[in-house]
């Protein structure tokens, strides 16, 4: 080998070393720049039913059903009304709006009444782990 062949050899491998150094630093971090936080999972703080009866309980007679949420962010909210004899109906989707500081949804139902009727729904948002409604009466008799 001669001494050209040893210098340019010498500097080849100074230069990968460096290029080695620098990639291996600039990639052990992440050069000062902010990443987004982990994203907010949608929580439903409060779920409300309500039930409006025939009026005066008597049948025939329009009955309404209304379900109102409030939520940490924007976003759908699927729910099931359960029957206290275990029926259930849904799922229905509802959509998060903002008022004010929070979110809000509601949901609204009418429908007759034709028989007599003696029974308590509920409310459940699904895959929430735990949150749904009191139990709220429906009362008509013919």
Request: charged share 20%; net charge positive; glycine share 10%.
């Amino acid at each position: 080998m001669n001494r050209r062949t040893l210098i340019y050899t010498g500097i080849a491998a100074a230069l990968g070393l460096a290029t080695a150094v620098t990639a291996s630093t600039a990639y052990a971090g992440n050069g000062g720049l902010v990443f987004n936080p982990n994203a907010v999972k949608m929580k439903v703080k409060n779920v409300t039913l309500a039930i409006k009866s025939p009026a005066g309980n008597v049948c025939p007679g329009q009955a309404k059903l209304s379900v109102f949420f409030r939520a940490n962010k924007k976003g759908k909210i699927t729910f099931l009304l359960v029957r206290d004899k275990g029926q259930v109906s849904g799922p229905y989707t509802v959509q998060t709006k903002k008022y004010g500081n929070e979110y809000r949804a509601s949901y609204s139902k009418s429908f007759n009444v034709q028989t007599p009727i003696n029974t308590r729904y509920r409310a459940v948002v699904t895959h929430s782990g735990k949150k749904g409604s009191r139990w709220v009466p429906l009362r008509a008799s013919c």
